[in-house]
């Protein structure tokens, strides 16, 4: 690809990156609020629905991509798959963020959406895995690609809880997976996170470092979903595949974070599926740490797991997992230093 390419792209980026900002400041004036309440972060009622912005950027641009970028198109079925998935996530959390539906509604959606995509052959048969190599997991990559869905879907909303941090850090991870992609000419892939990347910087100034409206599920649902389907799409359906753990990489905070999480609420006995405030970010705050301070970490992280995927790409095969094990690193100590500030702040059992 010529500079003078990438130079187009990232104009027409910036524009879309305007058209989310417009949107975004229609939905400032909507009126649709979020109230205080006991688990949430805020403490005045404070516009949301600001991810529609995103939704609607993002669309344009996937559009404009079907009809032009011949270079960058998946085959018909499954480009729709990931569209029409896409659009059924955002309709029904935009529709939870008005009538805040239960989590088993919620839940059915997102899984409706991922059989949506899944059933169109969007999913991942053979994974290629450090030490391990390809693992050909036949039908059953499309039972695992439909789980990995819906737990990164549902990680993005569970970490939406503070200014900028999803905004911030979908932006920086896709940053970096379009660079990656397009050194391995992964043009779908490269474009879609460009894309998503523009809606996204259309969005956050108007969230951070003050929150002048929130995402809502609209839009963290649809970054979690969107780029949980460009992880699909790097792992099977490019010119040159690439790895299936390079989404996961850039989102490795994100993921710890809820995976701990669940875990550590299993074994208590907590219900994993009612609302809380002991997420490691949550608990972080509630001890005293500055909301932009917690978000900027996690912009770190996204930050690491995305040089870490650049090296991983052109990593020999026996150098492929101590790449992966230092992104435990920085989650382990932000992890001990989360439990020392609760403590210090007396806590308890968060």
């Known amino acids: 690809m010529t500079w003078a390419a990438i130079l187009r792209h990232l104009v027409f980026a910036a524009g879309l990156a305007c058209v989310a900002a417009v949107v975004v400041r229609a939905m400032v004036s909507a009126g649709v609020m979020d109230r205080p309440a006991a688990r949430k972060a805020h403490s005045v009622p404070t516009p949301k629905g600001g991810g529609v912005g995103i939704v609607v950027a993002f669309l ?39 009538r805040d539906f239960p989590f088993v509604v919620k839940l059915g959606a997102q899984v409706g959406a991922a059989l949506l995509a899944v059933g169109t052959g969007l999913y991942v048969e053979v994974f290629n895995l450090p030490l391990l190599g390809p693992v050909d997991l036949g039908i059953w990559g499309a039972v695992v ?22 905004g911030g850090t979908v932006l920086v991870a896709c940053g970096f997976l379009a660079v990656i992609a397009a050194g391995q000419e992964g043009w779908f892939v490269y474009f879609a996170a460009l894309l998503l990347g523009a809606a996204v910087a259309g969005f956050l100034p108007f969230n951070f470092p003050r929150a002048r409206i929130f995402m809502g599920d609209v839009g963290s ?110 989650q382990l100590a932000w992890l001990g230093f989360v439990v020392a500030r609760a403590r210090a702040a007396g806590l308890g059992r968060w």
């Open 60 to 98: 344009l641009g996937i559009s404009v991509l079907y009809g032009f970028a011949d270079f960058a198109r998946l085959a018909d079925a499954y480009f729709r798959g990931v569209v029409l998935a896409a659009v059924a996530i955002a309709v029904v959390a935009y529709w939870d963020d008005l």
């Open 221 to 330: 649902q649809f970054c979690g979903f969107v780029l949980a389907m460009l992880g699909v799409a790097a792992a099977r359906f490019q010119t040159i595949e690439m790895s299936f753990l390079l989404v996961p990489m850039l989102l490795a905070g994100v993921l710890f974070d809820v995976a701990f999480t669940l875990v550590r609420r299993a074994l208590a006995g907590e219900n994993v599926a009612q609302a809380h405030r002991s997420h490691l970010y949550q608990v972080a705050h509630r001890s005293g740490v500055d909301a932009r301070v917690i978000a900027a970490v996690h912009w770190g992280f996204a930050a690491v797991g995305g040089v870490v995927a650049l090296a991983f790409t052109h990593a020999a095969p026996g150098t492929k997992l101590p790449l992966l094990l230092i992104l435990v690193v920085p």
């Open 145 to 166: 690609t439909v789980g990995w869905i819906l737990f990164a879907t549902n990680a993005m909303n569970f970490i939406d809880g503070l200014h900028g941090l999803v």
